[in-house]
Each structure stands twice: as C-alpha cells, then as structure tokens.
C-alpha cells in the first residue's frame, strides 16, 4: 500500500483537476505550453479568472511557469502527465458516449 503521503497528494491533485475549467486548461497543455492570455483567448474567460485556476494548478505541482520575455508561459510540470490526461478524456469521452441513451 502506498504511503499516506502519497494518498494526500493524490487527493491534491484530483481536486485541482476536478473543476471543468482546470480539466480544459490541463488539456490544453497537453498540445503546447500557453500564456495566460491565449488559455484566456481559448477558453473566453477573464484573463483574472485563468490566472485564478492557474495558480491552483501550479500549487497542486501539475504546471510549471517560465517567463519568457515579458510573458509567463505555463507547462505541465511532468511530460508523463500528456498521455495520461488525453487517455483519461478520451476514456470518459468513449464512456460517456456508450451510456449516453441510458
């Protein structure tokens, strides 16, 4: 059995990534790094409201933030996660699907 530790962290990160808007952000990340300005473009929202899930996301350790130039660029911290969320929407995605008349 893993440690507590790791079942706290776990917890963590499910949560950050529990919210619909955190879940498109992640995804988007997944296909190219992005500043708060084009993730604020992509998901017609404020750029004070991306900013407000970023830091979320960068506090549970899934992103990380390199400024480049005068823009802050955001990265998912760990390229393994790519494979794992597109898997997990693509999953959802079919499984939602095959119960949709149900």
């Keep these: 059995m893993p440690s507590d530790r790791a079942f706290d962290q776990m917890a963590l990160v499910l949560r950050a990534m529990a919210d619909p808007v955190r879940a498109r952000i992640l995804y988007a990340l997944t296909i190219e790094p992005l500043c708060?300005?084009?993730?604020?473009?992509?998901?017609?929202?404020?750029?004070?409201?991306?900013?407000?899930?970023?830091?979320?996301?960068?506090?549970?350790?899934?992103?990380?933030?390199?400024?480049?130039?005068k823009f802050a660029c955001y990265y998912l911290h760990d390229e393994r996660l790519t494979g794992t969320l597109r898997a997990?929407?693509?999953?959802?995605?079919?499984?939602?699907?095959e119960h949709e008349d149900d």
Excluded: Q, Y
């Excluded at 604020?40 to 400024?67: F, N, W």
């Design 36 to 69: 708060v300005c084009e993730i604020s473009r992509l998901l017609e929202m404020s750029m004070a409201a991306v900013s407000h899930h970023l830091r979320i996301l960068t506090m549970s350790g899934l992103l990380t933030v390199r400024k480049e130039g």
């Design 88 to 97: 997990l929407v693509k999953d959802l995605a079919d499984f939602d699907a």
